[in-house]
């Protein structure tokens, strides 16, 4: 993504420390987030990084900026809810994100940070919802407008973070969205002077990560048929949200398949829930068929833990074939990575 001039957006100090560890041009960096360091929210502003700031502790960090006063970005936590009912993760409650708008502290954010010699470069308004949905973003946009204008803002961005759809053709598609933020930003800006910032994650991870797993038994139960796989749900599904998964069923040569019923598809780790998913009226699965799980980029690789067994390998295909990235580990390396100075037998 570095290479395709996209920016790293983090969200902690280790994120951002990462991103410098592989590469990433310190000016190329959004630092957004409420788990950033004091020293590296400083190095960020001295090195150019777009900084977005969450929090009023940061606002007292600028006063150990030894650097030139500059431009900053502020989060924005705005009444989602009330204008796109039903929509809001959080819901009624809110989000514990950014400066309140409705309740002043976004006034009160603002005028600490000009009072310090800063302005007020961009708003960040990421909201997560249930819908993803276009309208959300329409709302965002419009707040945005709203909120510049309220308090004469001088803006270089609008940050309106990510929570997409991608890759899915029964979704909105990026121009669903987009023209419809553009159309609504451009009441108040021009493209020249404000520039759109955007942060999809799920919608770009998502869709080109698939899981391959292999069938090693199938356990007939009280009118449920168990294929018992080499897969995990802890590694498509670590949050326990999901019930139906885009997925290709391969049939193993050499065996009778037949017909099943029901059929729960499961996982190897102890857990009763280790549950994936149900085949209704289907092929038998058998031994050795492989079962493709497609579009599990988003959270999972990044938040699936190493339990019963390690993590799995990961390769990469591209136009000059398979390259293995990612190795499972082994026990020592498991003990090396896990205890403190290594592990002595
Ligand atoms: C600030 C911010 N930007 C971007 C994202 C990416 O969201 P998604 O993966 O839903 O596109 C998140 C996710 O929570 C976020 O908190």
Not at 84 to 101: N, T
Not at 123 to 133: A, M, P, V
Not at 305 to 334: N, S, T
Request: include cysteine; glycine fraction near 10%; charge should be negative.
């Amino acid at each position: 993504m570095n290479e395709l001039g996209c920016y790293a957006e983090v969200v902690s100090d280790d994120e951002y420390l990462l991103a410098q560890h592989v590469g990433v041009a310190p000016d190329s960096v959004i630092y957004n987030g409420i788990a950033k360091s004091h020293d590296t929210f400083l190095k960020a502003l001295e090195d150019g990084a777009i900084v977005n700031i969450d929090a009023g502790y940061e606002i007292s960090w600028l006063d150990d900026y030894a650097g030139v006063p500059r431009g900053v970005g502020l989060r924005v936590n705005f009444d989602l809810e009330s204008l796109c009912p039903g929509h809001a993760h959080g819901g009624v409650d809110g989000s514990r994100f950014g400066f309140c708008y409705e309740n002043g502290e976004l006034r009160r954010a603002i005028e600490r940070v000009v009072d310090k010699g800063f302005t007020i470069d961009g708003l960040h308004l990421h909201k997560s919802s249930k819908t993803r949905l276009p309208e959300v973003y329409f709302a965002i946009a419009k707040t945005a407008v709203k909120i510049a204008r309220e308090f004469e803002l001088k803006l270089k961005y609008v940050d309106i973070g990510g929570g997409f759809f991608g890759g899915l053709p029964s979704k909105p598609q990026f121009p669903e969205y987009f023209e419809g933020i553009a159309a609504i930003l451009r009441s108040e800006f021009t493209s020249d002077e404000v520039c759109l910032v955007v942060e999809p994650g799920m919608a770009v991870i998502g869709p080109p990560i698939s899981y391959v797993t292999t069938v090693v038994d199938v356990k007939h139960g009280l009118g449920t048929d168990f294929v018992v796989t080499d897969g995990s749900r802890v590694h498509i599904d670590p949050l326990m949200t999901k019930s139906s998964y885009f997925y290709e069923h391969q049939l193993a040569s050499g065996f009778e398949h037949g017909h099943s019923p029901r059929q729960v598809v499961t996982g190897y780790t102890c857990m009763e829930n280790d549950r994936i998913f149900e085949i209704i009226d289907g092929d038998a699965a058998q031994p050795s068929d492989v079962i493709t799980y497609q579009k599990v980029g988003a959270y999972t690789m990044c938040l699936s833990p190493a339990f019963i067994k390690w993590l799995p390998d990961v390769y990469v295909k591209d136009w000059a074939g398979m390259h293995q990235v990612k190795q499972r580990w082994d026990a020592e390396q498991f003990m090396n990575a896990n205890t403190c100075g290594g592990w002595a037998r």
